[in-house]
């Protein structure tokens, strides 16, 4: 009569007077774990025992730390070409004024890193997980898109890294909730400059602030555009227009 793990595929070897079941550990990749990878280790073991000894029995803990730090460290890669080229960070720009372009250089390598302590502490899977939570079927995820480029750019108060950072996210909801590649982009477009003309400690809103004389909360009650932005956003997702990529 076989033995359970026999009727499961399982062999066994002879040693001696013992019968040695042959298990190994799957092939893991060559990778060396960088610092988002230990990162993500440290934050699975603090705060997610169950999934940290789920990986590590089933021989996949390597994998999934190697996926981690390699997507944070190509998400870091384009925040900091994105922000360089927004920020003008240009060999120019060092050679005429050096101040100048340590200081943007660094705001860049800081949003990169930022992004991707998110990401490797689990940030991202809660706010997607939030979402799932929260928003149903296709207009509730372009709602919840809405709503995550909206959070970013009020955390960074820049439009283009909250895309850059919302992203990922945003990709997994699109392809999750069924919506257009498109759409998606729109939404991201759309949404983080409705965020980022409103909130009072973004660029646009201190110069213009600095140019009146005024504080910029008082500029809030006369914002139209953005506020008309966003009511019209709001509603071609209740409404699904335009039809096709709704």
Not at 172 to 192: C, H, N, Q
Request: glycine content about 10%.
């Amino acid at each position: 009569m076989k033995s359970l793990f026999e009727e499961m595929g399982g062999t066994y070897r002879q040693e001696g007077d013992y019968l040695i079941p042959n298990l190994a550990l799957p092939d893991e990749p060559e990778y060396q774990i960088g610092k988002y990878g230990r990162m993500r280790r440290s934050y699975l073991k603090e705060h997610r025992p169950v999934l940290y000894a789920s990986l590590l029995t089933s021989g996949t803990l390597h994998r999934h730390l190697a996926e981690i730090d390699q997507a944070c460290n190509e998400r870091m890669a384009i925040i900091v070409s994105d922000m360089a080229r927004q920020e003008d960070v240009t060999e120019a720009l060092k050679a005429a004024n050096q101040m100048e372009w340590v200081r943007r250089i660094l705001v860049t390598l800081l949003v990169a890193s930022l992004c991707g302590l998110i990401r490797a502490y689990g940030g991202f899977e809660s706010i997607l997980a939030f979402i799932r939570r929260v928003f149903r079927g296709k207009r509730g995820g372009q709602l919840g898109i809405g709503l995550l480029v909206g959070l970013m750019d009020i955390a960074t108060a820049n439009n283009t890294v909250a895309i850059v950072m919302a992203g990922p996210i945003a990709k997994e909801v699109e392809e999750e909730y069924g919506i257009s590649p498109k759409r998606s982009a729109s939404l991201l477009d759309t949404f983080s400059c409705i965020f980022q003309g409103i909130i009072p400690y973004g660029a646009q809103m201190l110069i213009a602030a600095g140019l009146a004389g005024i504080s910029p909360l008082s500029i809030i009650g006369n914002l139209y555009y953005p506020f008309c932005m966003g009511a019209c956003a709001i509603l071609a997702i209740l409404i699904r227009y335009p039809k096709k990529y709704s």
